[in-house]
């Protein structure tokens, strides 16, 4: 099965943007879905498709994918934006889907 | 609003088998709209899509899982169903159940699709 693959860590200063990546073979075919998760809580969809925000996302939220690359950036970082954040998509392998290793997203 | 709801044994002996529900409401489990899904994170690890059930009753499930893994639905309930046998301490996670949306295709001719909304989660721990 494919995978996914994600920087484990980066940090943000409070008000500025941080570019979050995930690599896979899927992402030439599929494009990624991103989730927020807090700790203690479930995960949270934050961009899904080519660059779409379910209800209640802040538009400072936003995806885009080139080749085997997809990325969620964050323009203008809150505190409240500190999370785990994982990538998702369709699976080009013997699995339906696959998820990134995970993100840590901290806001200095 | 679809709203979901994991329930089931908090504890699950070595060798035995886990059983989870899923409860759905704000919609119908029979909706054409939607799949569904369970997933599960072990503490302090990366999120583990675990199998889906299709509107069609067709189920998938992840390849490292699928001897031990049966997805099922009760419509009569408006609940999905997750068995997982033979478990070890390596099944110790928080399982989710969520909500599958059917793949779509966007304009640049990629497939997406996405999981949403997820359930709070349960914590299953396996030991003796």
């Known amino acids: 099965s494919s995978e996914l693959t994600q920087d484990p860590a980066v940090s943000v200063a409070l008000g500025q943007t941080v570019r979050i990546t995930c690599q896979g073979d899927?992402?030439?075919?599929?494009?990624a879905s991103w989730y927020q998760q807090k700790p203690g809580q479930a995960p949270v969809l934050v961009i899904f498709g080519r660059d779409i925000r379910p209800s209640g996302i802040p538009d400072r939220f936003s995806g885009s994918s080139s080749g085997d690359t997809a990325s969620l950036t964050i323009t203008g970082a809150q505190a409240g934006d500190e999370a785990d954040y994982y990538c998702n998509s369709r699976d080009n392998g013997d699995n339906l889907f696959v998820f990134g290793t995970g993100t840590k997203v901290t806001v200095l | 609003q679809l709203q979901l709801q994991e329930s089931g044994p908090g504890l699950v002996k070595p060798s035995e088998t886990l059983s989870l529900t899923c409860t759905v409401s704000?919609?119908?489990?029979?909706?054409?709209?939607?799949?569904w899904g369970w997933l599960r994170q072990p503490p302090g690890k990366g999120l583990e899509w675990i199998g889906s059930i299709y509107y069609s009753g067709s189920t998938y499930y992840n390849v490292s899982l699928k001897s031990r893994v049966t997805i099922s639905v009760d419509t009569s309930k408006n609940q999905f169903s997750l068995k997982l046998t033979s478990v070890t301490a390596a099944d110790t996670a928080m399982y989710y159940c969520?909500?599958?949306?059917?793949?779509?295709?966007?304009?640049?001719?990629?497939?997406?699709?996405?999981?949403?909304?997820w359930g709070q989660g349960t914590l299953v721990t396996v030991s003796p």
């Open positions: 899927s992402l030439r075919n599929y494009h």
């Open positions: 704000g919609g119908s489990i029979s909706s054409s709209n939607y799949d």
């Open positions: 969520a909500t599958t949306h059917k793949t779509m295709v966007a304009d640049d001719g990629k497939g997406y699709s996405w999981f949403d909304p």
